[in-house]
Every structure is written in structure tokens, then in C-alpha cells.
């Protein structure tokens, strides 16, 4: 296992559009996050899964914002008629309760731009 | 409010010196802190973490201080090398959580041959 894995790196869309961004975590790593960051400002907390539970969102994710994470695996962020304003790089992160070293292994993101 | 200030200006040294990098934080109780490196256009890499109980971590050429009194930490780079250029990222832990992590916006270092 190489690590955390996103796809697709890049995404350009136009307003209104939907997108799904698919992370890959390690394999081990019960846990996951996703993130937004925009340009000079650092990731932006969105939702936590612990296995195939999402145990937390974002008040700032609007109902066009959807994760999933199915049998605890591979989780998809789709956002719902895209805005400009959701031109970001979208990272996917995970990390492991039973080592709980408290570090995030990210990926190397999922750039959005939105036309 | 909560807030975690990082320098927002570039920092910029001479290879050899010594960097120190800032993070200031109001209105948080982290259980911990950690650091974490990001170059242009990829994922943030972890570098340390500092608990609340601890003062002081160092990891080769890596040393991070905690003062949970001042509500800052200080990352210092020793004999820093162009290869350390990049943007540096605080981030808190709080209590109780699940390594849910609040980052700062970052410093970049620029290390000048």
C-alpha cells in the first residue's frame, strides 16, 4: 500500500455541474476526512468517517455537498450544481484508531476549478 | 472567536540559519498540536506532534516547543537547507475529539542558497 489515492488530481467543470472525487485511504485506516483548501489558506475540515459511519460534517458543507463511504473503503465526495465558489483542492485524508499516533496521512488532492 | 495565527508574510533565511516559525492560537484547548509540511500543488506531510503535557519534541533537525499558557508553539528548522522551501502548517487537536485536526493558513519558507 502506497499510501492515500485520489482521483481524478484534476477536475474542471462548468457552474452547475455535478462532480464525485473518490479517495482510496490505507488500507488499514479506519479512519477518513475530507478537506477543503483554498489558495494561502490552510485545509478546511468537511466530514470524518470512522469505518462506513459519517460521524461528523461541517456546518459549512451545504446540502450540495454529499460523502459516502461504503463498507468502510473508498469514500466519494460529490458536490451538487456546482458554484465558482467551490473551486478548491479537495483532500482526503485517514488514519488508523489502534496505532493513534494522531497523525493524517493525506493525498495529494483533487483540484476543482469551476467555470 | 477561535483563531490560529500562523505568520501570514514568507519567511525568508540564508541556507544554515535557523528557522522559527510561529503559531498562535485564542479560544481552543488542544489536546495536541501538530506540524505539518506542504509543497505547492500537493497533500500536507506530517512532520511532529507536541501534547498538551509536553514542552518540548525534537526530531533531527525538527524541534517544536509547546506553551499552552501563551497558547503558542514555535517550530524551529536548524541548519536549514533549500530543500526545507516550502509551506509549514500548525494544526490543533482538541480534547475529546478523533484527530479531527483545525489547521492554520501556513508560513512559507524560502531558504536561499
Known amino acids: 500500500d502506497t499510501g492515500v489515492s485520489q482521483d481524478p488530481r484534476h477536475k474542471i467543470t462548468k457552474r452547475g455541474q455535478n462532480v464525485t472525487f473518490r479517495c482510496d485511504p490505507i488500507s488499514e485506516h479506519n479512519r477518513l476526512y475530507w478537506y477543503r483548501q483554498t489558495l494561502g489558506q490552510g485545509p478546511e475540515f468537511l466530514t470524518y468517517?470512522?469505518?462506513?459511519?459519517?460521524?461528523?460534517k461541517s456546518r459549512l458543507l451545504s446540502d450540495r455537498f454529499s460523502a459516502e463511504r461504503p463498507k468502510g473503503s473508498f469514500s466519494t465526495l460529490e458536490i451538487q450544481r456546482t458554484e465558482q465558489g467551490d473551486s478548491a483542492m479537495y483532500l482526503c485524508?485517514?488514519?488508523?484508531?489502534?496505532?493513534?499516533?494522531?497523525?493524517?496521512?493525506f493525498g495529494e488532492g483533487s483540484r476543482l476549478t469551476v467555470l | 472567536s477561535q483563531k490560529i495565527e500562523q505568520n501570514s508574510e514568507a519567511l525568508n533565511i540564508q541556507e544554515g540559519k535557523t528557522a522559527t516559525l510561529t503559531c498562535n492560537y485564542t479560544?481552543?484547548?488542544?489536546?495536541?498540536l501538530q506540524w505539518y509540511r506542504q509543497d505547492p500543488g500537493r497533500g500536507p506531510v506530517f512532520l511532529l506532534l507536541?501534547?498538551?503535557?509536553?514542552k518540548e519534541k525534537r526530531k533531527e533537525r525538527l524541534k517544536v516547543t509547546f506553551d499552552t499558557t501563551l497558547k503558542q508553539s514555535l517550530f524551529h528548522i536548524t541548519a536549514s537547507q533549500p530543500a526545507d522551501s516550502a509551506t509549514y502548517l500548525c494544526?490543533?487537536?482538541?480534547?475529546?475529539?478523533?484527530?479531527?485536526?483545525?489547521f492554520g493558513a501556513g508560513t512559507r519558507l524560502a531558504v536561499h542558497p
Open positions: 494544526a490543533l487537536a482538541l480534547s475529546g475529539g478523533y484527530n479531527k485536526l483545525i
Open positions: 468517517f470512522q469505518n462506513e459511519a459519517q460521524l461528523e
Open positions: 507536541i501534547r498538551e503535557n509536553e
Open positions: 485524508a485517514s488514519s488508523s484508531y489502534m496505532t493513534g499516533t494522531g497523525e493524517l496521512f
Open positions: 479560544n481552543y484547548s488542544p489536546a495536541y
